[in-house]
């Protein structure tokens, strides 16, 4: 596999999907049986399972907080956090996932776009910035409730809902000059189509999987194999 040089004038904008958690044992998403760590998604991750089951719902997202803390970053969050030493302020990560992986990779620059497991924030989406929560709720008593009397929730992006802080990553995509796809199916929007904008502003880009995603003709480059493997060797910053 030829290396991937970065210029000094290049910014790069990565992208993570649950691939590169997957790879640190995590339960991905969207597995083949349609189960997220044996749950149905419709019955934890949509409005209305909150609205029907929130102790439900904070059950399950109390499991993913013990799963997350029990798995370590891998070799490609790892080869991430040092490209960020390496480019300062001309890389940027934007990640589908909600796991803190990235963060105890050492990663900075970053932005869950669909949720962050650590934090909670106010059902009613009164105002207040969501808090950092690393609790584990088995009873509905035990959750907090926001100053306005709402109860707290995960800050995570429910199916139907407008996925976070759209507006800076689509300013990092169309000031950057790679872009750098990482385990995603290409299939969940609006992400599948970020690499469309990063072409039409003149990016290079790149993606990095097991398989080819739906979306693979998009990339100017597919390089197949694991994250962990292919991602400590492939860029050479000059
Ligand atoms: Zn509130």
């Not at 803190?100 to 105002?127: Q, Y």
């Not at 429910?158 to 996925?163: A, G, H």
């Not at 995603?213 to 400590?232: I, M, R």
């Amino acid at each position: 596999m030829n290396k991937i040089s970065i210029t000094a004038k290049d910014r790069v904008f990565i992208l993570t999907g649950a691939g590169i958690s997957a790879e640190s044992g995590l339960p991905t998403f969207r597995s083949e049986n349609g189960l997220w760590a044996g749950h149905r998604v419709e019955d934890v991750c949509v409005p209305e399972a909150w609205r029907r089951d929130p102790e439900g719902v904070w059950k399950f997202y109390s499991e993913l907080r013990v799963a997350d803390k029990n798995a370590q970053p891998n070799p490609a969050h790892l080869a991430l956090a040092a490209l960020e030493q390496q480019l300062g302020d001309r890389f940027f990560l934007c990640t589908q996932n909600v796991d803190n992986l990235h963060e105890r990779a050492g990663s900075k620059r970053l932005v869950h776009m669909h949720g962050d497991l650590c934090k909670a924030r106010c059902e009613r989406e009164c105002g207040c910035p969501p808090v950092v929560d690393h609790a584990i709720y088995h009873d509905l008593k035990e959750v907090p409730h926001c100053l306005c009397g709402g109860r707290m929730r995960p800050h995570i992006v429910f199916f139907n809902e407008i996925p976070l802080e759209m507006d800076r990553i689509e300013d990092e995509i169309r000031h950057s000059t790679l872009m750098v796809v990482i385990g995603t199916s290409g299939s969940v929007y609006p992400a599948a189509g970020f690499v469309h904008l990063a072409r039409q502003v003149g990016a290079r880009s790149v993606y990095i999987g097991p398989e080819a995603p739906l979306n693979a003709e998009a990339f100017t480059h597919v390089v197949l194999g694991k994250a962990g493997e292919v991602l400590p060797d492939l860029f050479e910053v000059q």
